[in-house]
């Protein structure tokens, strides 16, 4: 295992396709909370199946106010096909050139290998990581951990939309 970046650090910023013509930047979260999910290669049964709960589980993550991005090495190309076939509501991100500089710089890299450790994050609206966890590489971590973590942090605050007043003028 590596040495992922622990809780307390800031999460370092990032740009990465998540189309071929199209980037999604961290700092585009600025003021929310993220998870990301490191995960090593679309199609492979862990990762679809990890994928896969995520995305039935979205709506948990966003009731705490986060979003969730999943990052591979795996090109863009590859992540839209991936994500049409498992129907995915969050996007994939491509770490694939320069070839998984954004997992190294969260500790996150297997060298040996090529691919993205099993490493999540949860980043608070600060930019700090406020939770951090890698698994085995043949092991879906599931999403217990990052529910705790959400639910540790305080709740978000909700923003008045004088659209939803509920006030009546008689």
Known sequence: MTGILA?????????LHVTPDQTLSLDEFAGRRV???????????????????YNHILPEFRRHGSELLGISVDGAWCHQAFARDRKLHFALLSDFEPKGAVAKSYGAFR????VAER???VIDEKGMIVWSYCSPIAVNPGAEGILDALEALPPVEKKHDPAESTHNVA
């Open 7 to 15: 809780k307390g650090t800031r999460a370092p910023k990032f740009t």
């Open 35 to 53: 998870i990301l999910a490191f995960y090593p290669a679309d199609w492979s049964p862990v990762c679809g199946d990890q994928m896969s709960l």
């Open 111 to 114: 060298s040996a290998d090529g």
């Open 119 to 121: 490493a999540l994050f």
